[in-house]
């Protein structure tokens, strides 16, 4: 990505709002005194605007924790509930511009895809690896597509033609858009993730997330249960984030997990319950 | 190493002839290494009569760890006698705010204000250095170190460790236990949130663990408490259970409820005391009081 077209998109991003939705129930919750703690965690946890900038926030050099803020949850008990209400109501009230959908990329499919392949990627992580603590696979899993957000909003035309091109040709959208764009958004995200010294795993994740046989210093755990979420999600047609090919898992996957997709998505059983909660929160 | 307490009152000073015993004057302790360095823990009221024995010391250079921000632990700072001295240091380190994403330097400019007080920083006659403490990051004051790690508070709150010559002291600052924010009907939320508590608390006891003097917030009793969930304060059984879980040789409470006469106070340890049995091995207990002296 050439240095000039980086600049623009970390001004960009800076001025960037959340979702409109949670904007308003922030806004209202905060309000409350009484409001009851998980309440404001989970509309913060649901919008990758808020958690994205959150974790920017308390992962900066300017306030390095001695521990690396791996989620929402973790930014509650290691800054306490209130400086995480008042950080969020300051990302919230930053400034109202409305996301907006276009024809091609549709805001709620959007957040549809990226909620459940962040539930689903929890769920695998626990029933397959047998993981205790699996906040930080539901942030990865929101946020592994943060850099179409950031295309959508700034570069909504080029991004469009891509989303386009995909579909025509039935190719991977990151192909279409390095074809269109000259960067694609798994480079646009991690270029995001790491300017702002978000956990590696997180941003290597980002990075990482088409090419699941990079040799990184992400742990493979949190790369492999978001990457067969991601599939599974789209696979299931879990709202659409403008990619219209399901990979399979590469070998090693399989052998992680003891599965391929198909035996996986029948293990985990009815997602229905999944995609309802994703839903309550987006059409709330 | 010596602890002496200037300040043991939560919230706000509280005065007159019911806290003539425990004192009145809002969060200050001063700490001084083998080799005699000044650390304030805390500008609460209390540094005002502390800053009045320095005198014979000057020029002096001082280091005040704030270990958060709210009123009662800055109140008493613009009274710091030292800043208007010539030829006097003073060193202010505290968190920085994720918030406002500003560091520990806008203490004194936020007070120091023309319409709330009569001098600006600028005026100030003392040299001052403000040093924005990272979390875990370890601070030399001459034979002492200091280390902060990060408490909760309903504001970024450091708790302070200070070691000298292989003595050890711990303030919490303001302190409540973590809290788990789900029900445990909500099984899996409820699990994954407690086992991030128990890690947060693993950090913070792997920086307590076996101190000789516990210093802790214990604004509350338990019942008082159920009032008081969030408000960023502990009880006496809170306290006790973590000077156990600490092995503290010694807890001192502090914080004392504003509201609280010196008869209720030891009513209060009384009664905590009854609740907690001591035994062999468990930490000693003691209320906190204006004047009284730690010697390590």
Not at chain 1, 143 to 161: I, P, R, S, W
Not at chain 1, 181 to 186: E, K, L
Not at chain 2, 161 to 166: F, L, V
Request: aromatic residues 10%; hydrophobic residues 40%; charged residues 25%.
């Amino acid at each position: 990505m050439d240095s000039e077209l980086q600049n623009r998109l970390m001004k960009v991003v800076d001025q960037m709002p959340p979702f409109p939705k949670s904007v308003h129930r922030v806004i209202e919750l905060t309000n409350d005194l009484n409001c009851a703690p998980k309440d404001l965690v989970q509309v913060i946890e649901h919008d990758p605007v808020i958690t994205m900038k959150m974790l920017k926030l308390v992962n900066s050099a300017f306030f390095a924790l001695a521990k690396s803020v791996t989620s929402v949850r973790h930014a509650v008990v290691y800054l306490g509930l209130n400086t995480v209400k008042n950080l969020a109501l300051s990302i919230a009230t930053i400034q109202c511009l409305p996301t907006k959908s276009t024809a091609e990329f549709n805001t709620n499919d959007f957040l549809l895809h990226s909620l459940t392949t962040a539930s689903i990627a929890q769920r695998i992580g626990k029933e397959f690896l047998g993981s205790g603590d699996t906040s930080d696979l539901f942030v990865t899993g929101l946020l592994h597509d943060f850099g179409k957000v950031v295309l959508a909003q700034f570069m909504t035309e080029d991004f469009g033609k891509a989303i386009v091109i995909a579909r025509e040709r039935g190719i991977p959208l990151h192909e279409a858009e390095m074809e269109v764009i000259g960067t694609d958004h798994t480079t646009v995200g991690a270029m995001l993730a790491e300017k702002w010294e978000l956990p590696k795993d997180l941003t290597a994740c980002i990075r990482n997330h088409h090419n699941p046989d990079a040799i990184d210093a992400s742990p493979e755990i949190i790369d492999d249960c978001v990457f067969a979420a991601d599939q599974i999600s789209k696979k299931l047609e879990f709202g659409f984030s403008g990619n219209p090919v399901i990979e399979a898992f590469p070998e090693h996957m399989v052998e992680t997990f003891g599965v391929d997709m198909d035996q996986m998505i029948e293990r985990l059983g009815d997602l229905s319950a999944e995609v309802e909660k994703a839903e309550s929160f987006i059409y709330m | 190493m010596k602890i002496k307490f200037w300040g043991v009152r939560g919230s706000i000073p509280s005065p007159g002839p019911a806290t003539v015993k425990y004192g009145g004057n809002t969060t200050c302790i001063e700490v001084r290494s083998d080799a005699g360095e000044l650390i304030i823990l805390d500008a609460g009221t209390g540094i005002f009569p502390l800053s009045q024995s320095l005198f014979s010391e000057f020029p002096l250079t001082s280091h005040i760890f704030n270990t958060h921000t709210h009123w009662d632990h800055i109140q008493g700072l613009p009274f710091f006698i030292p800043f208007f001295v010539p030829g006097n240091t003073v060193k202010i380190h505290g968190a920085a705010d994720p918030v406002s994403q500003k560091g520990i330097s806008e203490i004194l400019s936020a007070q120091l204000q023309y319409r709330f007080f009569p001098i600006r920083e600028a005026e100030l006659k003392s040299d001052i250095e403000y040093f924005s403490l990272k979390e875990g990051e370890k601070v030399v004051v001459g034979d002492a170190v200091v280390t902060p790690v990060m408490m909760n508070h309903p504001v970024i709150n450091f708790g302070y460790r200070i070691d000298c010559k292989g003595k050890s002291v711990f303030f919490t600052g303001d302190h409540e236990p973590w809290r788990n924010i789900y029900t445990p009907e909500e099984t899996e939320e409820y699990e994954e949130y407690k086992e991030i508590m128990a890690q947060k608390n693993k950090q913070v006891m792997d920086v307590i663990s076996g101190v000789d003097v516990l210093i802790a917030d214990t604004s509350y009793t338990p019942d008082e408490y159920m009032q008081k969930i969030g408000w960023g304060h502990g009880t006496f059984d809170t306290s006790i259970q973590m000077a156990k879980e600490a092995k503290a040789k010694a807890l001192y409470f502090t914080h004392h409820e504003p509201t609280r006469s010196d008869n209720a106070l030891e009513a209060v340890f009384a009664e905590a005391l009854s609740r907690n049995t001591r035994h062999e091995g468990d930490p000693d207990y003691f209320l906190a009081s204006e004047g009284l002296e730690i010697d390590l």
